[in-house]
């Protein structure tokens, strides 16, 4: 069942099954109350990323706390996504963008990289989660990726698990459609890995290629700003091999 995009959709915490009853936040009770002005009695749509999605009823307790009645669940939880995303992280306002966008592609985890050409060398974790939250509510996602711990490139590769292949967009790679070599990578979980602004230095280019579970992919002849390459890439590894 697709999602219903008529009806307010809200991420809540707790356990969802049919007659629960799940208290609000006092943030999601003043959006509901005050800024939407829903009434008693008025539908909305639940999901926590993991029990799939139920209908609610909001049930106010004054102007400024309510609670929310579970109904009978709209959508099954999915399966969850076998495709990380692994970042450098850009100036902000690009930076939620780029979040936004990989919540709504799909993907199960989102781990912000610190690289040698890297502008950012810190991130708000609470504003990236807050990101990801807001997307999955307005895009009509079940899934909610898990959110990692920033981390440098060469710590994140030392200790990487090589059962779970890396798909390193490099910039400097021959060719221009990467569909055949990920058409190779079916049936494998997979970390799609996208550089900042200026690329991957020569020294990162060198050691990721000598990783023996880094797939390097070109992504086309032109140019792109590293938020632009990080959908094109992600776009392509979706349509190739993911749940597209």
């Known amino acids: 069942m697709r999602a219903n995009y008529k009806l307010q959709r809200l991420c809540v915490e707790p356990p969802l099954a049919p007659g629960a009853v799940v208290p609000l936040e006092k943030e999601q009770a003043h959006y509901l109350l005050t800024v939407l002005r829903l009434e008693d009695g008025a539908e909305i749509l639940v999901f926590n990323g993991r029990d799939g999605e139920y209908g609610a009823t909001l049930r106010p307790h004054s102007r400024k706390a309510a609670d929310l009645e579970i109904g009978t669940q709209t959508r099954a939880q999915p399966p969850k996504s076998r495709l990380e995303f692994l970042f450098a992280p850009l100036k902000i306002g690009r930076l939620d963008y780029l979040v936004q966008k ?11 990289v610190f690289t040698d050409h890297t502008q950012l060398h810190k991130v708000n974790a609470g504003r990236l989660a ?17 959110l990692g711990d920033a981390i440098k490139l060469e710590a994140l590769l030392s200790g990487w698990d090589p059962a779970r292949r890396i798909i390193f967009c490099n910039e400097t790679q021959a060719g221009n459609n990467p569909t055949e070599i990920l058409g190779s990578l079916m049936e494998r979980d997979l970390a799609l890995l996208v550089g900042p602004e200026g690329g991957f230095s ?28 990080a959908v094109a890439a992600l776009t392509a590894v979706q349509m190739t091999i993911g749940d597209w």
């Open 102 to 112: 990989a919540t709504e592609m799909g993907v199960a985890r989102i781990t912000p």
């Open 130 to 146: 807050a990101n990801i939250l807001e997307a999955a509510e307005q895009c009509g996602n079940l899934a909610i990726p898990d």
């Open 202 to 229: 020569e020294r990162e280019r060198t050691m990721l290629s000598s990783l023996p579970f880094v797939t390097p992919i070109p992504l086309g002849p032109r140019i792109l700003r590293a938020d632009t390459a």
